[in-house]
């Protein structure tokens, strides 16, 4: 669905993209640089009220940043050989690394046929039934598309191996988590909740339905990161780290 705001949000990202190049091509300082891909860059390009949201040479978001920032400095480890499910694998510089680590590399999506990579199986997260399969579950900005979030996290909590973490990233607003349904219109889930394809907008009360799932929980936010790192990468976002007991 093609509304204004969407459209006016992909000229401002061109515009701001383009400005990019043209810095770049007169010999701009780059003073910045993407974790997901290794460039140096003179900046990262708008997306609605993200100023420095994407890498003008791999396109990767702040959430795909912070990401690979943990995982090369550590923060966040795959172990080798593991069974790592990646759900939406838009991610280059995350499928990459996943697949690196990984024994059992499973990139998934509801409709698998929209990715250029190869592999890719279709899943629908309300009628997975995998037991203790995966070591790692990534789910990025996949949460606020599903019907029912606790059937989707009792899903991801079965198909996890004891000790296993599933490794989520939503969109935040400072208020309680506001849930719509299937039925509600495009133009009113764009309105109430930032997309036409979300049925919610969650809020900090994530980590509690995450936690009444039976996982053990602490987050990751770039915000505790120091501050010329944030800076220097455009790093943002919290990644809940759900742990099943061993």
Not at 42 to 60: E, H, L, M, Q
Not at 89 to 106: I, K, T
Not at 210 to 219: A, C, E, K, P, Y
Request: net charge neutral.
């Amino acid at each position: 669905m093609i509304t204004f705001q969407r459209a006016s949000k992909a000229a401002i990202k061109w515009a701001s993209f383009a400005t990019l190049k043209l810095r770049a091509a007169t010999g701009a300082k780059a003073g910045y640089s993407c974790p997901a891909c290794k460039a140096d860059v003179v900046g990262f390009f708008r997306y609605g009220d993200n100023a420095t949201w994407g890498c003008p040479a791999c396109g990767a978001s702040p959430r795909q940043r912070l990401v690979c920032y943990l995982l090369d400095s550590g923060q966040l480890t795959v172990p080798k050989g593991a069974s790592v499910l990646h759900i939406a694998p838009n991610e280059a510089g995350l499928v990459s690394r996943f697949a690196a680590q990984a024994g059992d590399y499973v990139p998934a999506d509801l409709h698998p046929d929209v990715y250029d990579l190869p592999g890719v199986v279709a899943m629908d997260l309300m009628q997975m039934d995998a037991k203790d399969r995966f070591d790692i579950i990534y789910a990025s900005h996949v949460m606020e598309h599903v019907e029912d979030d606790a059937r989707v996290l009792s899903n991801m909590f079965t198909a996890l191996k004891p000790g296993g973490e599933a490794w989520l990233i939503v969109p935040l607003w400072d208020r309680p988590t506001e849930d719509g349904h299937m039925g509600m219109s495009q133009r009113e889930r764009e309105r109430r909740f930032g997309q036409w394809d979300h049925v919610r907008q969650y809020g900090p009360d994530f980590a509690e339905r995450i936690r009444n799932g039976g996982f053990v929980l602490d987050t990751v936010a770039a915000r505790d990161l120091a501050p010329d790192l944030q800076q220097k990468h455009a790093l943002d976002d919290v990644i809940f780290r759900a742990r099943k007991p061993a």
